[in-house]
T-cell receptor, first 114, second 112 residues
Framework: QQQVKQSPQSLIVQKGGISIINCAYE??????FPWYQQFPGKGPALLIA?????SEKKEGRFTISFNKSAKQFSLHIMDSQPGDSATYFC?????????????FGQGTILTVHP | EADIYQTPRYLVIGTGKKITLECSQT?????MYWYQQDPGMELHLIHY???????EKGDLSSESTVSRIRTEHFPLTLESARPSHTSQYLC???????????FGAGTRLSVL
């Protein structure tokens, strides 16, 4: 059972546009929601993360919006650049576990055209 | 520089061979993880470790085994590789009490 559902599978945006990737989760025990960025041939790199006690977190051009009641969170990339072209994964982690087990979404392939 | 290293980056091997994928981290993290990722797909946790001499199986069943004899080292072994094991294997680590996981560059395994 897929516990974190991510959409869209792929996204094409023009340079300067806004990229929006959405995730929904089912497990109410999740209490940490990171986003990872992965370039071809590389491992995922942590981009930004949020806890459910805040509704929004912004770091530079990247913003996470969080809706606890709807069990949804999204990544917004403002002023998208060709260098942002990568695969983006949302993830969720349940609190109270000592090993920090992450559950990943299916990934979104973002292409930013110049 | 603190980092997490995986070797080899690419491995092509015949069916039935025994292989070990290496993972080492210099960040002093006590927790380490192995994920399996097929091209364009999500990551699935196959093994994790709380610390030395602690290993557990993850969500995705895997025929591989792991060991954690040293804090910084978390190798993954396949006793008899099969074509179904063809995938990318990613190693990650995190610190106690901090959920941030840092990933290595991965090993892309092809079993012929």
């Amino acid at each position: 059972q897929q516990q974190v559902k991510q959409s869209p599978q792929s996204l094409i945006v023009q340079k300067g546009g806004i990229s929006i990737i959405n995730c929904a989760y089912e497990n109410t025990a999740f209490d940490y929601f990171p986003w990872y960025q992965q370039f071809p041939g590389k491992g995922p790199a942590l981009l930004i993360a949020i806890r459910p006690d805040v509704s929004e977190k912004k770091e530079g051009r990247f913003t996470i919006s969080f809706n606890k009641s709807a069990k949804q969170f999204s990544l917004h990339i403002m002023d998208s650049q060709p260098g942002d072209s990568a695969t983006y994964f949302c993830a969720a982690l349940a609190g109270g576990t000592s090993y920090g087990k992450l559950t990943f979404g299916q990934g979104t392939i973002l292409t930013v055209h110049p | 520089e603190a980092d997490i290293y995986q070797t080899p980056r690419y491995l092509v091997i015949g069916t039935g061979k025994k292989i070990t994928l290496e993972c080492s981290q210099t960040m002093g993290h006590d927790k380490m993880y192995w994920y399996q990722q097929d091209p364009g797909m999500e990551l699935h946790l196959i093994h994790y470790s709380y610390g030395v001499n602690s290993t557990e199986k993850g969500d995705l069943s895997s025929e591989s085994t792991v060991s954690r004899i040293r804090t910084e080292h978390f190798p993954l072994t396949l006793e008899s590789a099969r074509p179904s094991h063809t995938s990318q294997y990613l190693c990650a680590s995190s610190s106690r009490g901090v959920p941030l996981q840092y990933f290595g560059a991965g090993t892309r395994l092809s079993v012929l």
